[in-house]
């Protein structure tokens, strides 16, 4: 089924050979391409180092932020070429990003932190999403007059999301959600994320670490290594891909699980990169 969408649906977001450079030497990303369709959770997956970061600065418009540049290729997004667009741009065309580590304003309130978010919309919307928001994380509205600097990690996470729905964005890309985050926690913001595609059908673009449990609520991912797409397929596949769960998630091919010690030190034979 995912397969025949992705054959005639018309995508999102769609990447074609994209090529990063940082400060005119330094290669982060090579002919990457991959595509979103409307409606689905795809996950942007690959050990740190692996270019995912980078992708997602690139299709919101903030490469030049850190010297980076996009040196060939094509970005294009509800139909309309962004590969040359100002970050503000983007934004008010729909697409809207969650930033590795929340990046939020740590002296300001929760609500205040969302009405930034929200700067481009009328007094009457604002107040309609921020009500939005709050039922989606109900543990915010109780802490909505709290400096946001002293929220726990998972609900800080939670204010970054929300922040970024206050634009009622078209597709929302999440940078690392899980990052620093308990495994209580992360099993919380996931619920989340998914409800978020489930209930309000919207479309999201997901990079993260964790495989395990992105390949659980995505619909179809794409594995980077080195710069570059090595493996891509209907998350149901790659979760049963014997090479991705035990490189991945850490499950060894006799079913045994691997400890993080034997997956950091055993030697990286992925069949695709031969």
Same mark, same amino acid.
């Given at each position: 089924?995912?397969?025949?969408?992705?054959?005639?649906? $018309?995508? =999102?977001? +769609? %990447?074609?050979?994209?090529?990063?450079?940082?400060? !005119?030497? /330094? &290669?982060?990303?090579?002919?990457?391409?991959?595509?979103?369709?409307?409606?689905?959770?795809?996950?942007?997956?690959?050990?740190?180092?692996?270019?995912?970061? $980078?992708? =997602?600065? +690139? %299709?919101?418009?903030?490469?030049?932020?850190?010297? !980076?540049? /996009? &040196?060939?290729?094509?970005?294009?997004?509800?139909?309309?070429?962004?590969?040359?667009?100002?970050?503000?741009?983007?934004?008010?065309?729909?697409?809207?990003?969650?930033?590795?580590?929340?990046?939020?304003?740590?002296?300001?309130?929760?609500?205040?932190?969302?009405?930034?978010?929200?700067?481009?919309?009328?007094?009457?919307?604002?107040?309609?999403?921020?009500?939005?928001?709050?039922?989606?994380?109900?543990?915010?509205?109780?802490?909505?007059?709290?400096?946001?600097?002293?929220?726990?990690?998972?609900?800080?996470?939670?204010?970054?999301?929300?922040?970024?729905?206050?634009?009622?964005?078209?597709?929302?890309?999440?940078?690392?959600?899980?990052?620093?985050?308990?495994?209580?926690?992360?099993?919380?913001?996931?619920?989340?994320?998914?409800?978020?595609?489930?209930?309000?059908?919207?479309?999201?673009?997901?990079?993260?670490?964790?495989?395990?449990?992105?390949?659980?609520?995505?619909?179809?991912?794409?594995?980077?290594?080195?710069?570059?797409?090595?493996?891509?397929?209907?998350?149901?596949?790659?979760?049963?891909?014997?090479?991705?769960?035990?490189?991945?998630?850490?499950?060894?091919?006799?079913?045994?699980?691997?400890?993080?010690?034997?997956?950091?030190?055993?030697?990286?034979?992925?069949?695709?990169?031969?």
């Amino acid at each position: 089924m995912i397969d025949s969408q992705r054959k005639f649906a $018309s995508p =999102l977001l +769609a %990447v074609h050979n994209l090529k990063v450079v940082y400060d !005119g030497a /330094i &290669e982060a990303l090579r002919d990457v391409s991959f595509q979103v369709l409307p409606g689905q959770v795809v996950a942007l997956l690959g050990a740190n180092g692996a270019g995912k970061s $980078s992708v =997602l600065k +690139a %299709v919101s418009g903030i490469l030049d932020s850190e010297e !980076g540049e /996009i &040196e060939k290729g094509e970005i294009s997004f509800d139909g309309a070429s962004i590969e040359r667009m100002a970050a503000d741009r983007i934004v008010g065309m729909g697409l809207t990003q969650v930033p590795e580590g929340r990046q939020l304003f740590a002296s300001m309130t929760v609500e205040e932190n969302l009405i930034v978010g929200g700067h481009r919309r009328t007094k009457s919307s604002l107040n309609e999403r921020r009500e939005y928001v709050y039922s989606l994380f109900p543990r915010l509205a109780d802490r909505r007059n709290q400096l946001s600097g002293y929220l726990s990690g998972g609900e800080q996470q939670m204010v970054a999301i929300g922040r970024a729905l206050m634009n009622d964005p078209k597709l929302l890309a999440l940078d690392e959600p899980s990052l620093g985050l308990a495994p209580l926690m992360v099993k919380e913001i996931f619920s989340h994320i998914h409800r978020l595609s489930q209930d309000a059908n919207l479309t999201i673009l997901l990079v993260e670490q964790n495989a395990a449990k992105a390949l659980a609520i995505a619909d179809y991912a794409y594995i980077m290594e080195n710069g570059r797409v090595m493996l891509e397929g209907p998350a149901s596949d790659l979760q049963q891909n014997s090479d991705v769960r035990e490189f991945y998630l850490g499950v060894r091919r006799s079913g045994e699980v691997h400890s993080m010690r034997d997956i950091k030190h055993y030697k990286r034979r992925k069949r695709w990169l031969s």
